[in-house]
T-cell receptor
Framework: AQSVTQPDIHITVSEGASLELRCNYS??????LFWYVQSPGQGLQLLLK??????LVQGIKGFEAEFKRSQSSFNLRKPSVHWSDAAEYFC??????????FGSGTRLLVRP | EPEVTQTPSHQVTQMGQEVILRCVPI?????FYWYRQILGQKVEFLVS????????KSEIFDDQFSVERPDGSNFTLKIRSTKLEDSAMYFC????????????FGPGTRLTVT
């Protein structure tokens, strides 16, 4: 069965520091992968997506993610974190019936 | 920019009562979804809907749940007799088509069953 694992429940970084959030997926075919962000009291906002082609994808708010098939990973990165990036981040894979399967999420805390 | 809207933002109900959660998808979208997120847990798929029919439903989506698109704009999720374990954030999403099309999510309705 398809699944998504986000091994880090919480991550704390200092403002201005770089960030990497980990995501591993289990899916038999070519995956369609997504990163969503959820700010407190808000819905899910799409940060970026990977369907095919270039394995390094750029998203909104300065985020990028790299698809590595050999590692079944789709890690999210940002070179310099801002306090407004504090939120919960969800990785998801779209299965063959097009529904999204989400990971458990990683809560990002930003130290001033 | 078009967005998915949901009402109410928060609903409190007593166990055994019926609730209807409402969503207005993006106007030219054809595929509609409900997901839920129990506090502290992952977002889970409930149901997908296309052409006035359920396309797929999860095992969570039992006979107590139903969905409807009563007019050209609204998409509703009804829970007939709520249970304590139905307390969750419910998200509506829509997409223009299936396949490599992103799903746009609404802000969610927090349902609290007491």
């Amino acid at each position: 069965a398809q699944s998504v694992t986000q091994p880090d429940i919480h991550i704390t970084v200092s403002e201005g520091a770089s960030l990497e959030l980990r995501c591993n997926y289990s899916y038999g075919a070519t995956p369609y992968l997504f990163w969503y962000v959820q700010s407190p009291g808000q819905g899910l906002q799409l940060l970026l997506k990977y369907f095919s082609g270039d394995t390094l994808v750029q998203g909104i708010k300065g985020f990028e993610a790299e698809f590595k098939r050999s590692q079944s990973s789709f890690n999210l990165r940002k070179p310099s974190v801002h306090w407004s990036d504090a939120a919960e981040y969800f990785c998801a894979v779209q299965d063959s019936s097009y529904k999204l399967i989400f990971g458990s999420g990683t809560r990002l805390l930003v130290r001033p | 920019e078009p967005e998915v809207t949901q009402t109410p933002s928060h609903q409190v109900t007593q166990m055994g009562q019926e609730v209807i959660l409402r969503c207005v998808p993006i106007s030219n979208h054809l595929y509609f979804y409900w997901y839920r997120q129990i506090l502290g847990q992952k977002v889970e798929f409930l149901v997908s809907f296309y052409n006035n029919e359920i396309s797929e439903k999860s095992e969570i989506f039992d006979d107590q749940f139903s969905v409807e698109r009563p007019d050209g704009s609204n998409f509703t999720l009804k829970i007939r007799s709520t249970k304590l374990e139905d307390s969750a954030m419910y998200f509506c999403a829509s997409s223009a088509a299936q396949g490599v099309y992103e799903q746009y999510f609404g802000p969610g309705t927090r349902l609290t069953v007491t």
